[in-house]
Antibody, heavy 120, light 107 residues
Framework: EVQLVESGGGLVKPGGSLRLSCAAS????????MSWVRQAPGKGLEWVGR??????????DYAAPVKGRFTISRDDSKNTLYLQMNSLKTEDTAVYYC???????????WGQGTLVTVSS | DIQMTQSPSSLSASVGDRVTITCQAS??????LNWYQQKPGKAPKLLIY???NLETGVPSRFSGSGSGTDFTFTISSLQPEDIATYYC?????????FGPGTKVDIK
């Protein structure tokens, strides 16, 4: 069974940093492209960024609002995805989801989300 | 970046009604479009992929169509359990984008 479990959320002050983790199981993590999606309270879904598998280059892409502040990385030996968030702003307050899309159909998976609150 | 628009932003319909949501991309995305359903407090659930393919286990009352810039999502007969917010998502570009969502409730 595929599982994605996010952790690391919490309360942080504006300008601070936080690192989120996503522990993956039930599939070959090293082959998967992994993404982060966030949702501010009462708002819609916003794609944050993606990291490709190392076999596909391991490159990252980011949405404009987080580019230069957020960094996505992966540790294939630990089956874990990371989101390093620096220079946090109040508008980064959101539930952050880890997600992957393996072969379709029946290959779209999301974690339960972790809440990040940026407030003084 | 590719921008996605959805309409309406919300709708209220009766059980059994046909519900249609439209999604428009700011440029040609071929058929690289998904439709998601999200219920409060839950992660999104994929319903339709590649614009018109029904995800496994999703009831056949849900359907999608379109290509290029204009897409349609339809619930043929609205059920109480379909109360949710629906999002389109394009993945033609390296930078994925979601539409703003359509909130569906029962009249």
């Amino acid at each position: 069974e595929v599982q994605l479990v996010e952790s690391g959320g919490g309360l942080v002050k504006p300008g601070g940093s936080l690192r989120l983790s996503c522990a993956a199981s039930g599939f070959t993590f090293s082959n998967a492209w992994m993404s982060w999606v966030r949702q501010a309270p009462g708002k819609g879904l916003e794609w944050v960024g993606r990291i490709k598998s190392k076999t596909d280059g391991g490159t990252t892409d980011y949405a404009a609002p987080v580019k230069g502040r957020f960094t996505i990385s992966r540790d294939d030996s630990k089956n874990t995805l990371y989101l390093q968030m620096n220079s946090l702003k109040t508008e980064d307050t959101a539930v952050y989801y880890c997600t992957t899309q393996l072969a379709l159909p029946s290959g779209d998976y999301w974690g339960q989300g972790t809440l990040v609150t940026v407030s003084s | 970046d590719i921008q996605m628009t959805q309409s309406p932003s919300s709708l209220s319909a009766s059980v059994g009604d046909r519900v249609t949501i439209t999604c428009q991309a700011s440029q040609d995305i071929s058929n690289y479009l998904n439709w998601y359903q999200q219920k409060p407090g839950k992660a999104p659930k994929l319903l339709i992929y590649d614009a018109s393919n029904l995800e496994t286990g999703v009831p056949s009352r849900f359907s999608g169509s379109g290509s290029g810039t204009d897409f349609t999502f339809t619930i043929s007969s609205l059920q109480p359990e379909d109360i949710a917010t629906y999002y389109c998502q394009q993945y033609d570009n390296l930078l994925v984008t979601f539409g703003p969502g359509t909130k569906v409730d029962i009249k």
